[in-house]
């Protein structure tokens, strides 16, 4: 296996290269050029083993390049001590044919942790390979979640350093906060004044510039990204769909019929994995794809045009305001048949126009593969509210976008298989919002509101939530959208002249 670029595939690096790297030169993204095809024998033996066990056999044939002792380092460092439950990722049974997939016991409460705590492992071990001597430096946009998930897993590793920009008016306070006070030596977070796509499309930029690269190159430094566009990022998040299969089989369920995969998604990453899951062999029949009020995806699956000149709505499911879903062209570069010229002419006509269509064939291609589907914020909360008072479950404003768009597909197509539901982050990350789902009552701080929370629902408060109270803010600097890469240069000590905007 080898991994090639979506917009030149005659770019063919390995695992490593492609990890450290994060990005194609050109701007394509790496994908593998042959996928694993997992037998009844596979899931036999993985059926068996835990979750460590699980990753490992199916990681390793990712990372062609790596050792068994590498993997084996990089899997139990990850996943070892970090996740509040003994499983990484548990499912919860919510009655019906409902199962909760719950990625939200790593240690900064959203399904980021499963990637992003082994990432810096991937990504050490790969550096190792292939740019001894080189510090890595990790650039991060987010919307909220991947930020903190990204700065808990690289803080203090050494020959690292991290740098966050998150939009300034599009976080939750509680992400804000878990950002501003992350501890560590090596890391810097950043607000800027625009949105995560203006965020993302800052990153990418500082990234593919071939300037900037020379002068990190002087220092002894190179650029990789944590982001999803990192093949890193997304290897982990196929494990868990694959483990989900493992544990419905052990529990009995009936699956000779197949079983339907929900996603709350934002950059197409979550729900990527699952379809590579099911290109494995996993026998997933619907991909559904759930958004919020910046549905450009759920048009984008119902009329094969993607056209992110709309209105961008900042919503109570943050992580998902998001225009322009970066992972979506490793998608577009299976339904082309792994066409190139294809790929970069429609991501060209993005960044051009903000707009691409695609042809008949692939639009019959995806809407086999995919149902697309969204809810507002307003229907949002009533889910949370039905599910709390129907199950006893209280979920996340992400996971809800999930359920309610789940019930919208099975109103319109009396689909009742059983369905496997990601949830993506725990509800006291969001604990206002929640809050008002389940209750009348509100106190006026946010951590008044997240004890309110626990007592209204008799749930238990994470403690990576409760410790944030008396956490220390370290970080509050905010910057312009095209002040980046100074921003970046100042905490590098890159550019000792310029002060930059953050002095
Ligand atoms: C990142 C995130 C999403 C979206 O996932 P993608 O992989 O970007 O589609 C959904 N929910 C939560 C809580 C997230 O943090």
Redesign the pocket.
Known sequence: MNYVSTRDKSVKVTAAEAIARGISAEGGLFVPDTFPALTEKDFETLGKLDYIGRAKYVLSFFLNDFTEDEVDYCVKGAYTGSFDNEQPAPISVVGGNANILELWHGPTC???DLALQLLPYLLTTSAKKTAAGKKTVILVAT????GKAALEGFKDVPDTEIMVFYPSDGVSPMQKLQMDSQKGENVHVCAIRGNFDDAQTGVKRIFTDNAVKEKLAEHNMQFSSAN?INWGRLAPQIVYYVSAYCDLISRGEDLRDGFNVV?????????LAAYYAKKMGVPIKKLICASNANNVLTDFINTGVYDRNRKFYTTI?P??D?LISS?LERMLFELSDCDDKAVAKMQSDLSANGVFKVTDEIKAKMSELFYGGCCDDEETLATIGDMFKEYGYLC?T?TAVAVGVYKKYKAETGDERPAVIAS??SPYKFANSVLTAVTDKKTDSEFGNVRLLSEVTSTEIPAPIKALENAEVRFNEVCDKDKMLDAVYTALKLNKANKGPLA
């Open positions: 959203a399904f980021k919307s909220g979640d991947t999803s996603v709350p998604t934002g950059n197409f990453g979550n729900i499911s992580s998902m998001i992972n996340d992400h993506t982050a």
